[in-house]
């Protein structure tokens, strides 16, 4: 271990993961984040607001008034006092995170199309917005002023990832080109491919698919990418998840991170784990699941079902909890380790 | 089948209950088919001067309304879409038709349709045959309708074509008891009618040769043998010859670079591009297929990329086809099968749903810049103005002076042309 991974949790045991809380909002969810300072997991819904759930007693309190289509994106300052959403109405809508009776404190009309991903700098500086605009913009987050306007994806942008170093971010499209980004400068840096997690379906004449999340350790040694493939019927929900992992160093694919008998499912979002333990979060017909890879192995070596179709996953700060979004409305509370007394 | 006018007697192209006035009709058109088969000599001759024609988008596996012409949001079904302003104070469309909306005042949108069938194949029959389906009767499509109605005789092109996306041509099975030479000739992602090149081995002088020698022998055989089968065997060699005359008609590059440069290069704007082409060269009845809608599975998606390319194609046909005075003889319609549900399914995705679902009309006598019909906030049901596809059907014959109430000569018997239990939707016309 390097001076960069992560401290292993006391505990920690994938193998031992289950569902500790789940608390529930009034339409089904689409998105969730814990904030930094871990108190709290952020949900959006298929409605225009943000939900927020105190981790502590699964309070809730609603942030009204910001948009006028679902949230699909959520980030925060460093300090967790602010949070961002990204909603489908393209606005970057900024709120006081701790507020009792959150409003807007400022929106920017800031892509044409959805905004589907956000992500922090590492020193909590820059705030990145991915869209349907096929644009990856870079913001100042204390200001709101836009930095760079990155133009080059073909497709729609589903995800983003600031490297550790904070140099470089990453950005996937529905095409499955995965950019690399210079930060100072603006311009492409590099290009992974990830066209595997594409499907055009000529059948059905659509376009499925893309690089649905992006993780990387904090050692930076791998860059994983996740999605679908094998989308022998796209519009009917017939496809198996995909994750690429590639070396950090030399961004040639290392493997496929793979799965048996899943023929219904997507990957919505992976995360490193401190052991270096790949989590993905995938739903579908095969019901709700984390499914959890060693990176030297092409299978799965451990999942757990929960009890709905999962569409969105986070890590805590902690590197024990894990929340998912779900369709029957509930945010849950995973918990990687065993259950106590 | 023996054909009942092998006895060359002409009244008996007539439907019994306009006799006298079907003698003035075949009187007057000689030909078999066009307009010649009305019971109404006024209707033709209408029709004769008129040059009605129509296209259809279908929206292959079920457009979502929600999606489209009749959103809802803010509902727990809209979805994450907005909703937008059009170019008719009022009337708001998906915020996924945003160049459409510049043209909803050359449309009508049909919010009450009802059609209660959610399987596919039957509700695209119902859709374009306007009859429910039976195993006791087989209709003709509203494109065989159209050709056998409307398309002049002698017309040098066909008079029931469809734009597939993919795919071989070929002809259609959807002329019923219209008989084959009505039904469709599909053009594969718009590519020509197939064999309509001469083989290079032969030259043109040993091709007049053989077609001479072929219709000396038809000839020959359709004295003494006249069956609608044999007729259409003909029909089809000498639509064939004028295929391959007329072939450039359907070469979408001799457009301008600045026409096929404004519809775009994709496959649906290059077969917009193509029907006005078509429609400008006399073809009757044209149907562009757009797929695919079925979206089980993340239809929002979907619809943004499939409504991406809708948007651009459909809005920019319309609007020339206004700027080139061809909207008032021009009816368009966009349907489906049927429309998405409400409910917002597992996978981000809507199901089947024809309770209450759009279609939309333009052109020829349809009001234009109107909304008739109204659902419920959620979409769930109609809540005024429901019809359902019989009246649609009548609608879009009457809207290009086409008498839906009339019928077909078959045989000697009357084949009501639309369903004569249901009747044209008044609201709609102007």
Known sequence: ?341 | MKCAYACHSPEHRIARRGFLAGVAASAAGAAVGGLGVFTSPLAAAQLARSGKRIVVFNMHGGLSQLESWDPKPGTETGGPFRSIETSVPGIRISELLPETAKQMHHLCLVRGVNTSEDDHGKGAYMMLTGRRQSPAADYPYLGAVCAKAMAPADAPLPGHIIITPGGGGGRGNDAAYLGPRFASIALGNGKPPHDTTRPSQIDESADQARNRFGQHVNDRFLSRRRTSIAEAYVYSFDQAAKLMREREAFDVTRESARDQERYGNYDLARHCLLARRLLERGVTFIQISHSNYDTHNENFNFHIEQLGEFDHAFSTFVADLAGRGMLDSTLIVVLSEFGRTPNINLYYGRDHWSRAWSVVLAGAKIHRGVAYGKTNAKGTEVLDGQVDHANLFHTYLQAVGVDSTESFEIEGRDMPIADPASRMIKAVMA
Request: charged residues 20%.
């Open chain 1, 1 to 341: 271990m390097n001076s960069l991974a992560p401290t292993i949790p006391k505990g920690f045991d994938p193998k031992q993961a289950h569902v500790v809380a789940q608390w529930k909002a009034d339409h089904p969810l689409v998105s969730c984040r814990f904030d930094p300072a871990g108190r709290y997991v952020f949900c959006g819904v298929e409605g225009s607001t943000v939900e927020r759930f105190n981790l502590a007693d699964g309070k809730r309190v609603s942030f009204p008034g910001g948009h006028e289509s679902w949230v699909f994106a959520l980030a925060f300052s460093k300090d967790g006092s602010t949070m961002i959403s990204g909603g489908g109405d393209g606005r970057l809508v900024a709120w006081e995170a701790n507020a009792d009776r959150p409003k807007p404190l400022r929106t920017t009309e800031a892509h044409s199309g959805w905004i589907r991903a956000l992500g922090t700098s590492p020193d909590g500086k820059l705030l990145a917005s991915g869209a349907n605009d096929r644009l990856v913009k870079i913001w100042d987050l204390a200001t709101g002023k836009q930095v760079h306007a990155l133009a080059g994806h073909k497709g729609h942008v589903y995800s983003l990832e600031f490297h550790p170093d904070g140099k470089t971010l990453l950005s996937g499209d529905l095409q499955g080109e995965l950019a690399i980004w210079d930060l100072a400068s603006g311009k492409r840096a590099g290009t992974l491919d990830a066209r595997p997690l594409h499907t055009y379906e000529g059948g059905q004449q659509v376009d499925f698919g893309g690089v649905r999340s992006i993780a990387i350790p904090p050692d930076g040694r791998f860059i994983a990418a996740g999605g679908l493939y094998k989308a022998s019927n796209p519009l009917g929900a017939v496809h198996e998840p995909l994750v690429l992992l590639y070396d950090g160093k030399t961004q040639k694919k290392v493997r496929d991170l793979l799965t048996d008998n899943i023929t219904g499912g997507v990957i919505w979002r992976i995360r490193f784990l401190a052991d270096g333990t790949l989590l993905g979060g995938c739903g579908g017909s095969n019901g709700g699941l984390l499914l959890f890879w060693k990176t030297d192995a092409n299978k799965d070596q451990h999942r757990l079902a929960l009890p709905n179709i999962l569409r969105d996953l986070d890590l805590h700060p902690d590197g024990l909890r894990v929340a998912s979004a779900h369709h029957d409305r509930h945010v849950r509370i995973t918990r990687l380790a065993a259950k106590t007394a």
